[in-house]
């Protein structure tokens, strides 16, 4: 491994990004892309995609008004106006061309299992509702990532779900109170504990009928 490669893989800033609104480029539409393009939809982006060929999926993401497919090879110009873009072609010479003109754009750029032509890398997610928990091995070993998330998925149970959203309306709630932040926060940090949490699983799971 280069200097330059190990430098950039420690130094990878972890963050969650709010695209709605949007605009992302797909360049491929095949099996590999489809869920890609699902990601970035359900994230609630705009969604182009650029791909002689698609698949049904994406075939029908279209005709829905869901995405914008344009049926032709990828051209730099498509770049103008993109927050970040995902290349998925079995070209290697088509994926290269599209992560360089995105570096010259300032573009953000994931080329799909090309760890070296990657701005930022997709992890391994366990969600629960708004808890989402990300892992990522920074494209090194996609396979550990996965087996971590399945791992979390038995830790964190789907009661997370709901008990995020009892946590927020209660945060909410104590917003609007006055008191001393000192003991807002110590009271927020009592509601997120382990103890609140298996309170809240024994009282919905007795709602429901079922051994707490």
Same mark, same amino acid.
């Given at each position: 491994?280069?200097?330059?490669?190990?430098?950039?893989?420690?130094?990878?800033?972890?963050?969650?990004?709010?695209?709605?609104?949007?605009?992302?480029?797909?360049?491929?539409?095949?099996?590999?892309?489809?869920?890609?393009?699902?990601?970035?939809?359900?994230?609630?982006?705009?969604? *182009?995609?650029?791909?002689?060929?698609?698949?049904?999926?994406?075939?029908?993401?279209?005709?829905?008004?869901?995405?914008?497919?344009? @049926?032709?090879?990828?051209?730099?110009?498509? *770049?103008?106006?993109?927050? *970040? @873009?995902?290349?998925?072609?079995?070209?290697?010479?088509?994926?290269?061309?599209?992560?360089?003109?995105?570096?010259?754009?300032?573009?953000?750029?994931?080329?799909?299992?090309?760890?070296?032509?990657?701005?930022?890398?997709?992890?391994?997610?366990?969600?629960?509702?708004?808890?989402?928990?990300?892992?990522?091995?920074?494209?090194?070993?996609?396979? *550990?990532?996965?087996?971590?998330?399945?791992?979390?998925?038995?830790?964190?149970?789907?009661?997370?779900? @709901?008990?995020?959203?009892?946590?927020? &309306? @209660? &945060?909410?709630?104590?917003?609007?109170?006055?008191?001393?932040?000192?003991? &807002?926060?110590?009271?927020?940090?009592?509601?997120?504990?382990?103890?609140?949490?298996?309170?809240?699983?024994?009282?919905?799971?007795?709602?429901?009928? &079922?051994?707490?």
């Amino acid at each position: 491994m280069s200097k330059h490669r190990a430098i950039a893989m420690s130094s990878l800033f972890p963050m969650f990004l709010k695209l709605a609104g949007r605009r992302c480029l797909v360049v491929g539409a095949g099996a590999i892309a489809g869920p890609k393009i699902e990601s970035l939809l359900s994230a609630g982006a705009q969604v *182009l995609v650029v791909a002689p060929q698609a698949s049904e999926r994406v075939r029908q993401l279209a005709a829905g008004g869901r995405v914008l497919w344009e @049926a032709r090879d990828f051209r730099p110009a498509d *770049l103008a106006g993109i927050f *970040l @873009a995902v290349v998925a072609t079995s070209s290697p010479e088509t994926n290269d061309s599209v992560f360089r003109e995105a570096a010259g754009c300032g573009v953000l750029c994931n080329v799909v299992d090309d760890p070296e032509r990657c701005d930022f890398y997709y992890p391994a997610v366990v969600r629960r509702g708004q808890l989402q928990i990300a892992i990522s091995t920074g494209g090194s070993s996609p396979a *550990l990532a996965q087996r971590i998330r399945k791992e979390l998925e038995q830790h964190f149970e789907t009661e997370y779900e @709901a008990w995020v959203e009892e946590l927020a &309306r @209660a &945060r909410r709630e104590l917003l609007r109170r006055q008191m001393h932040p000192t003991r &807002r926060l110590l009271l927020l940090h009592g509601l997120a504990s382990r103890e609140a949490f298996r309170e809240f699983t024994r009282r919905k799971r007795s709602a429901q009928g &079922r051994p707490a």
